[in-house]
């Protein structure tokens, strides 16, 4: 069974600009959730869509938007990017039940100049 | 909302000895508790979870307590190898936040050979 794949792995973006990050859940999972990881916050969550419908969203700035398709892949957006958005984007895919596993991917490496 | 606490954030041991982690968390509401472990440049890896039901889990050489009155949880690990070193998170979530885990800080573990 395949894993979490994430696209793409690395990405150099300018102040300002927007960037779209996309995440394919291991198959047959229906949920997929999002972090964003930095040295200084840790893990922390953004969101998390299940069959189309976000179900819940951390506290984050509405630059940060989500989406999830009817296949369940999902793709995150930020908008009028800043230098601190740099971080490591993190989706993790599960059944979607609660307290159910949540399976990482390798994550993309988001870098803002 | 929740607050996951991790303690130690740095630990080194020598090669075959112990090493535990403890975490606390805030919300009487948590009921699953996943650990992750994260190598350098490499996405998080379930490796041990823990659900309020049970209070001790154990796999191979990793196990984990919980204990719910004092809302604390623990990852044990024997007979340390080169191997186990890695970064270590824990984590909390409850049923009714699907998947919107609370992390740790995490704690980076040196097995020294």
């Known amino acids: 069974k395949a894993g979490v794949t994430q696209t793409p792995r690395y990405l150099i973006k300018t102040r300002g600009q927007q960037v779209t990050l996309s995440c394919s859940p291991i198959?047959?999972?229906?949920?997929v959730s999002w972090y964003q990881q930095t040295p200084g916050q840790g893990l922390q969550f953004l969101f998390e869509?299940?069959?189309?419908?976000?179900?819940n969203k951390g506290n984050f700035p509405g630059r940060f938007s989500g989406r999830q398709f009817s296949n369940s892949r999902s793709e995150m957006n930020v908008s009028t990017l800043e230098l601190g958005d740099s971080a490591l984007y993190l989706c993790?895919?599960?059944?979607?039940?609660?307290?159910?596993?949540?399976?990482f991917g390798q994550g993309t490496r988001l870098t803002v100049v | 909302g929740e607050n996951v606490e991790q303690h130690p954030s740095t630990l080194s041991v020598q090669e075959g000895d112990s090493a535990v982690i403890k975490c606390t968390y805030s919300?009487?509401?948590?009921?699953?508790f996943p650990w992750y472990k994260q190598e350098l440049g490499k996405r998080p890896q379930l490796i041990i979870d823990?659900?309020?039901?049970?209070g001790e889990k154990k796999d191979q050489r990793i196990a984990v307590t919980l204990n719910k009155t004092a809302k604390h949880f623990s990852l044990h690990i024997t007979e340390t190898q080169p191997e186990d070193s890695a970064v270590y998170f824990c984590?909390?979530?409850?049923?009714?936040?699907?998947?919107?885990?609370?992390f740790g800080s995490g704690t980076k573990l040196n097995v020294k050979p």
């Open positions: 984590a909390a979530s409850d049923v009714q936040n699907f998947n919107k885990f609370y």
């Open positions: 993790a895919s599960s059944s979607g039940g609660g307290n159910t596993e949540a399976f």
């Open positions: 823990i659900r309020s039901n049970v």
């Open positions: 869509y299940f069959s189309e419908t976000q179900r």
């Open positions: 198959s047959g999972h229906r949920s």
């Open positions: 919300d009487s509401a948590s009921n699953y």
